[in-house]
């Protein structure tokens, strides 16, 4: 029974393929991950800009117990980037002096909006003549969607390249080595095919190309074959 046949181009493009698939896959992953990591430090400092920038301003409204600042105060936290929830807490109260939720995420349950990102747990502190007056509690949720959608995009994006770079690389090399080698292989067979061992005269084969100034592996096959005819 006669093998079919293949071609070692093909064969050759499908390990290019393989090949530049698992190593663009793997060079994504590992600068994916990185830019997951420097946005998930980019939350953190968020979270510490807003001890920092609304700690004071808290403190000194609830203590004067104005709700009005205290509430324009969370409104502006509210504002900030992926920012879920609020919640102000005295020191012997366990349910929540004030409790806000983004508008984006009030038709979420509060466990489910508890699993989007990470918490942060701000003491809040006043001044007084007296000292330090740990006075409440701010708890803060932020959202991680915005930097897994970032990355699922990046994913995508990626992907897209990836693929037109590998089908764009492999199809450069399948022309190339169609041309230098393989249209010369099945020239060389179709020669030995049509031989005649009872007549070897003649040129002998030829591969048709322009002489360069160093022979190459199909040169170096093609005096072998003249050789052994």
């Given at each position: 029974?006669?093998?079919?046949?293949?071609?070692?181009?093909?064969?050759?493009?499908?390990?290019?393929?393989?090949?530049?698939?698992?190593?663009?896959?793997?060079?994504?992953?590992?600068?994916?991950?990185?830019?997951?990591?420097?946005?998930?430090?980019?939350?953190?400092?968020?979270?510490?800009?807003?001890?920092?920038?609304?700690?004071?301003?808290?403190?000194?409204?609830?203590?004067?117990?104005?709700?009005?600042?205290?509430?324009?105060?969370?409104?502006?936290?509210?504002?900030?980037?992926?920012?879920?929830?609020?919640?102000?807490?005295?020191?012997?109260?366990?349910?929540?002096?004030?409790?806000?939720?983004?508008?984006?995420?009030?038709?979420?349950?509060?466990?489910?909006?508890?699993?989007?990102?990470?918490?942060?747990?701000?003491?809040?502190?006043?001044?007084?003549?007296?000292?330090?007056?740990?006075?409440?509690?701010?708890?803060?949720?932020?959202?991680?969607?915005?930097?897994?959608?970032?990355?699922?995009?990046?994913?995508?994006?990626?992907?897209?390249?990836?693929?037109?770079?590998?089908l764009l690389v492999s199809l450069i090399?399948?022309?190339?080595?169609?041309?230098?080698?393989?249209?010369?292989?099945?020239?060389?067979?179709?020669?030995?095919?049509?031989?005649?061992?009872?007549?070897?005269?003649?040129?002998?084969?030829?591969?048709?190309?322009?002489?360069?100034?160093?022979?190459?592996?199909?040169?170096?096959?093609?005096?072998?074959?003249?050789?052994?005819?």
């Amino acid at each position: 029974m006669k093998a079919s046949k293949t071609s070692i181009a093909k064969k050759m493009i499908m390990w290019v393929v393989l090949s530049s698939i698992l190593i663009a896959t793997i060079i994504s992953f590992f600068y994916l991950q990185n830019d997951y990591k420097k946005k998930l430090v980019s939350v953190q400092n968020q979270l510490v800009d807003i001890e920092k920038g609304y700690g004071d301003a808290l403190a000194s409204s609830i203590y004067a117990e104005d709700e009005d600042q205290t509430l324009n105060a969370i409104n502006g936290i509210l504002k900030l980037p992926d920012m879920v929830q609020v919640d102000i807490f005295s020191e012997d109260d366990p349910d929540p002096m004030l409790s806000k939720v983004n508008e984006k995420y009030k038709s979420l349950t509060k466990q489910e909006r508890k699993d989007l990102g990470i918490h942060k747990k701000v003491p809040i502190i006043q001044v007084t003549e007296e000292g330090k007056e740990h006075i409440a509690n701010m708890f803060l949720t932020v959202s991680l969607e915005g930097a897994k959608k970032k990355i699922k995009d990046q994913i995508f994006i990626f992907s897209i390249i990836q693929l037109a770079q590998v089908l764009l690389v492999s199809l450069i090399i399948w022309m190339i080595f169609k041309s230098l080698v393989s249209r010369h292989l099945s020239h060389m067979a179709k020669f030995a095919e049509e031989m005649d061992l009872n007549d070897l005269s003649g040129d002998g084969l030829k591969l048709g190309r322009k002489k360069a100034e160093k022979d190459d592996e199909l040169d170096d096959l093609v005096f072998s074959f003249n050789d052994m005819r």
